[in-house]
C-alpha cells in the first residue's frame, strides 16, 4: 500500500522556519519525483518545490525561491522541506505527492499529474 505522510506543520510567526517531512512507503522511493504542494483557504493548490527521483533536481516556485529548500533522504524514503523567512502568505496546508515519470519536468507543478497525496499538514504563519 502506498503512503504519503506529511508532518511538521504547526503555528509559527514571521520570519521563522519550519520543516516539513514526508515519509513515503509502499513505492520504491528513488524512482519517483516528490512535489509539496500546498493550498491555501479560497486558493487553488499550487506547487511549492519538487525532487526529482532520477537525479534529486530540485525545482521551487518563484514565490519559495531562496527561502525553502527541499531534499530527500533515501535510505529513510523521505523528503523535507525546510522553510526559513516564513511569511503570512505561506499560510496554507501543505500536501506532499508523488509520480513517477514527469512528461517535462518543467511541468513539475501540475498537480494532475501526481498518483499519489498525502493528507497534508497545516502551517500557519502570524504576522
Known amino acids: 500500500e502506498v503512503q504519503l505522510v506529511e508532518s511538521g506543520g504547526g503555528l509559527v510567526q514571521a520570519g521563522g522556519s519550519l520543516r516539513l517531512s514526508c515519509a513515503a512507503s509502499g513505492f520504491t522511493f528513488d524512482d519517483y519525483h516528490i512535489t509539496w504542494f500546498r493550498q491555501a483557504p479560497g486558493k487553488e493548490r499550487e506547487g511549492v518545490s519538487c525532487t526529482s527521483g532520477s537525479d534529486s533536481s530540485a525545482y521551487y516556485a518563484d514565490s519559495v525561491q531562496d527561502r525553502f529548500t527541499i531534499s530527500r533522504d533515501s535510505a529513510k524514503n523521505t523528503v523535507y522541506l525546510q522553510m526559513n523567512k516564513l511569511k503570512p502568505e505561506d499560510t496554507a496546508v501543505y500536501y506532499c505527492?508523488?509520480?513517477?515519470?514527469?512528461?517535462?519536468?518543467?511541468?513539475?507543478?501540475?498537480?494532475?499529474?501526481?498518483?499519489?497525496w498525502g493528507q497534508g499538514t497545516r502551517v500557519t504563519v502570524s504576522s
Open positions: 505527492a508523488a509520480v513517477r515519470h514527469l512528461l517535462l519536468p518543467r511541468l513539475w507543478a501540475t498537480s494532475n499529474f501526481y498518483d499519489y
